[in-house]
């Protein structure tokens, strides 16, 4: 499956990245980031330190926008300032172009798969400007949004769905068939202490530790959790884990407005009402074969 992913490093966004370099199944056309965990100067950084890290200078990486489409940005707090607390050794990373929005619809055009780990800033712009070649793409896969699963970000709302609801309101309101994986099936997936061990073997093993330690330490801190959440890692086994994953058609559309509910997700639900179909989304991931999957192909990083 060839794909271009779109992305706020961030801790699961690295892992979710050098899952898909190292997976046979799964070719990577392009690279490109987008403001959210940090700044964009911070996730493009991120992610070329990740390339560097996987010694893939050869996938071509480029900036996207700055900051949502209407809102100023808010960065996350789990990440760390720089978006990848822990990873305290120089490393010169990948250098990045400057034209993200025109390079993912040039991958787009290929009929690659979208896959997006952020807010969907860079998405719903590459829709605006380059309408007919986002249109060719294969398919958008998001991670994305809460069901019925309580906010990360609010009472309602997911991270990368609060910080842009109105990129995510064009995304959903666009044509091209998308799938959001949701907090729902995502919750539960997470490396623990034993887990993070495990990943010492990998080339980068040290690297990987340092990383995910400080995210571990940060997710109890801010949400009382314990262990590294792998939400965007959790979406991009999705890619390969057909058999390990359940999917729902449903009719939904973004809350924009909200005080309360900035970047909900409103399904309809009223028995009276055809819906219109306009997103699959992930309902159900087996969590211990994710974990086991993402941990065995992390391990030949
Ligand atoms: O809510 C989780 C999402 O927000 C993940 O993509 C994480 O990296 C942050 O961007
Ligand atoms: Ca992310």
């Known amino acids: 499956m060839n794909i271009a992913i779109d992305t706020d490093p961030g ?24 403001a959210g965990n940090a700044t964009l100067e911070n996730t493009t950084k991120n992610a070329g330190t990740i390339l560097a890290l996987a010694e893939r200078s050869d996938i071509p990486l480029a900036a996207g926008c700055d ?14 300032d720089d978006g990848l607390d822990g990873l305290d050794r120089e490393i010169d990373p990948v250098p990045a172009e400057k034209n993200g929005i025109e390079a993912l619809a040039s991958t787009a055009a290929t009929g690659a798969t979208i896959i997006t780990l952020g807010p969907l800033t860079n998405i719903a712009t590459a829709i605006d400007q380059y309408p007919a070649q986002m249109q060719q793409a294969q398919e958008i896969i998001s991670m994305g949004g809460a069901l019925t699963s309580p906010g990360n970000q609010n009472r309602v709302a997911e991270y990368n769905l609060y910080v842009d609801p109105d990129a995510a309101a064009t995304v959903i309101e666009s044509e091209i068939k998308t799938t959001l994986v949701p907090l729902d099936p995502c919750n539960d997936i997470m490396f623990r202490p034993a887990d993070i061990e495990d990943l010492e073997d990998a080339t980068i093993g040290r690297d990987l530790r340092s990383m995910l330690e400080a995210y571990h330490a940060n997710i109890n801190r801010f949400l009382d959790v314990d262990g590294a959440l792998l939400y965007d890692a959790a979406a ?9 994953i359940e999917k729902e058609p449903h009719d939904i559309v973004v809350e924009t407005e909200g005080t309360y509910t900035r970047g909900m997700l409103v399904p309809e639900q009223r028995p009276y009402v055809d819906p219109e179909h306009n997103t699959d989304i992930v309902t159900r991931i087996d ?15």
Do not use: N, S, W, Y
Not at 22 to 30: F, K, L, M, P, Y
Not at 287 to 301: A, F, G, I
């Open 11 to 34: 801790h699961d966004d690295a892992l979710a990245i050098l899952f898909a370099l190292a997976h046979d199944d799964i070719t990577v056309e392009q690279i490109t980031t987008v």
């Open 67 to 80: 900051r949502p489409l209407d809102r100023a940005l808010e960065t996350a707090q789990v990440h760390g």
């Open 236 to 244: 991009m086994f999705t890619l390969v884990g057909d058999d390990h």
């Open 287 to 301: 969590t211990k074969p994710c974990e086991q999957t993402l941990k065995q192909t992390l391990r030949r990083c």
